[in-house]
């Protein structure tokens, strides 16, 4: 049973609106080995496409030896170099995982303290190791703080806060629902798994809570903001599960990609070479079927195999930068374009000065005359004062 179209409006998949499942398949759910196929196959057709376009153009460009030579040269020294690259790279992130023996006993100790905190919320003795499993319970910490905030709210006199909490909680539990089809329909220690996790899209739950905090604040007992507390809590772990898995994702791939980049690129080099030397050599006969010689679809083979480095890297940089975009979230914050989150509003007083002409000549002209008011009128107020001060000294006088 399919249960992809059937999500809460809180819960943002990693799929976008309107995708299609060829690109879908494409950029996340793929094997990379069979999307690196398949784009070596695109780029083979592609190439016998215009190859049959042009045939004419095409032999002669390939007759000239040395422009074919030189093609080859520059994708077998790029293949020595994209290899030499991401071997670097890798040797760069694994220099981060050799660390002395106390810095391995606070990532242990982290770990199972994690894991307790997560034991409280579902009042289980020992948590589930496998992260699929994990994640399980942590969504069933989530419906288990869902329960209990819609029994406070239940008891609460105010009926706008018990329509909010049965909205939000309904929201919640089929957001919670989704994620735990995905997950026991993905195939253990599979690709699968790792995207249900980060499938499951916290942060709107989490803005929604807060607000709903903040909307009832003068009103809620100490019950019910406890409960809501809690909620809050349990997404908060939620979220560091989710970019706990999605760094190990990421570790994941970049081991993969290096080893099978170098077990792709070594064959590469050797056949490109041989390539070269054959094409040097002139060891292909001069027949044509179709406007097809064998030389043409040598090269155009080729020069499909050489760019598989390349493909492959492809691939693996296509899917990764794929899970970065559709996981732009950390904490409340929201990145997505397709969540429907409302914006705050608030009421923004009217300006009392007009800050675009500040330092322009209008705006100094009438400082000045705002200030040769002021001190004529205070020059006017002094001379009341002395007229003032002299008119009484001529009473008391004449007196």
């Given at each position: 049973m399919s249960n992809s179209d059937e999500r809460g409006p809180l819960n943002v998949p990693l799929s976008t609106p309107g995708e299609s499942r060829v690109k879908r398949w494409l950029l996340l759910t793929g094997g990379r080995l069979t999307v690196t196929l398949v784009l070596m196959i695109g780029v083979f057709g592609v190439i016998l496409v215009l190859s049959l376009v042009?045939?004419?153009?095409?032999?002669?460009?390939?007759?000239?030896?040395?422009?074919t030579q030189r093609l080859f040269s520059s994708l077998l020294s790029g293949a020595i170099l994209l290899v030499s690259v991401v071997v670097s790279i890798n040797s760069v992130v694994l220099s981060q995982e050799i660390t002395d023996l106390e810095n391995q006993e606070e990532r242990i100790e982290a770990s199972l303290d994690f894991h307790r905190r997560?034991?409280?919320?579902?009042?289980?003795?020992?948590?589930?190791?496998?992260p699929a499993d994990f994640m399980v319970a942590v969504l069933y910490g989530i419906s288990v703080q869902l329960r209990e905030l819609t029994s406070v709210a239940a008891d609460s006199t105010n009926e706008e806060f018990r329509a909010d909490v049965e909205t939000l909680t309904t929201e919640i539990s089929e957001a919670v629902q989704n994620a735990r089809w995905a997950l026991e329909d993905a195939d253990m220690g599979a690709f699968e798994v790792l995207l249900a996790g980060l499938d499951y899209e916290y942060s709107e739950q989490l803005h929604a809570i807060r607000g709903l905090k903040r909307k009832h604040a003068g009103e809620l007992t100490d019950e019910e903001g406890q409960a809501i507390d809690e909620l809050i809590d349990v997404l908060q772990h939620v979220g560091t599960s989710r970019e706990y898995f999605k760094s190990l994702y990421y570790k994941r791939e970049l081991a993969f990609?290096?080893?099978?980049?170098?077990?792709?690129?070594?064959?590469?080099?050797?056949?490109?070479?041989?390539?070269?030397?054959?094409?040097?050599?002139?060891?292909?006969?001069?027949?044509?079927?179709?406007?097809?010689?064998?030389?043409?679809?040598?090269?155009?083979?080729?020069?499909?195999?050489?760019?598989?480095p390349y493909l492959v890297l492809t691939s693996y940089i296509v899917r990764s930068v794929s899970v970065t975009l559709r996981t732009l979230a950390a904490g409340p914050f929201i990145l997505q374009e397709q969540s429907d989150i409302e914006s705050l509003d608030w009421d923004v007083p009217?300006?009392?000065?007009?800050?675009?002409?500040?330092?322009?000549?209008?705006?100094?002209?009438?400082?000045?005359?705002?200030?040769?008011?002021?001190?004529?009128?205070?020059?006017?107020?002094?001379?009341?004062?002395?007229?003032?001060d002299e008119g009484t000294d001529e009473m008391a006088d004449g007196g």
């Open positions: 042009k045939p004419v153009g095409m032999h002669d460009l390939l007759n000239e030896t040395n422009a997560i034991e409280g919320f579902i009042e289980a003795d020992v948590t589930p190791a496998r990609l290096s080893s099978r980049l170098l077990y792709v690129a070594l064959p590469v080099i050797v056949f490109t070479s041989y390539v070269i030397l054959a094409v040097d050599a002139q060891m292909f006969p001069s027949v044509s079927f179709y406007g097809l010689t064998p030389l043409l679809l040598s090269i155009i083979f080729a020069y499909t195999v050489a760019l598989a009217e300006p009392t000065r007009d800050w675009a002409l500040v330092g322009t000549e209008e705006y100094l002209t009438e400082e000045v005359d705002e200030a040769v008011e002021e001190d004529t009128g205070s020059e006017g107020d002094e001379t009341i004062d002395e007229r003032t």
